[in-house]
């Protein structure tokens, strides 16, 4: 729990949420559309989850990019192609069930609420009008609404601007550790919740303090409310 002076709770104004692996659970069918793409486009096919969850985050070129960084693939020239297939791809293989518990979460958090997520602004808005309703949040910042993806804490910032509320006013939700690398550039404080990620408490090691990774969602519901009250 986040104490202040005294061992007292700090009050909160806001949440920025992540999207993918935080809210619904679209990871896995994100990571099949991109393994699909990088194989048809580009042939490689020696893409693992871990790859993917580890680079969670990023907009979809620069991700693609790093992916052929790491694979040593020389035809950068390509990123385009790839991840206008991955988006291709996701809307035909698209699961984006919420979260066991989520729902009740954001209906029933007395707070301003936003989702910073690094996929594309159709993508985003579609998942969020269908499992929650779009005006339950007071911000939506998406790959489309940015220059730089996660780490770069561009997103949160803005989203900070739009909910009219300080660093210090807010905490962020995230499950990947570009996104708990941002919260930290953007000085908010950042939960991470594990939910289904094939990532360990261990890849985020200096990152974010232990106490502060819960295995799902869910688990945040007090603390959240806690924050969040009065």
Known sequence: MLLGKKGVKKKKKGIIFDLDGVLVNSMPTHVQAWKTAFAKVAGIISITDRDVYLLEGMRGRELVIKIFEQKNFPDHSLAKTVHDEKSKVFKTVRSSKAFEGVKEIINNIRCRKAVVSGSTKHDVETILEEEFGKDKFDAIITADDIKKGKPDPSAFLE????????????????????????????????????????????????????????????????????????
């Open 159 to 230: 989203a900070l601007n739009k909910m009219e509320l300080e660093p210090g006013q807010v905490v962020v939700v995230e499950n990947a550790p570009l996104g708990a690398k941002a919260a930290n550039n953007a000085g908010i404080d950042c939960y991470v919740v594990l939910n289904n990620t094939p990532l360990t408490r261990s890849d985020f090691d200096g990152i974010v303090p232990e106490d502060r990774i819960l295995d799902k969602t869910s688990s945040l519901r007090k603390p959240l409310g806690e924050m969040c009250r009065g």
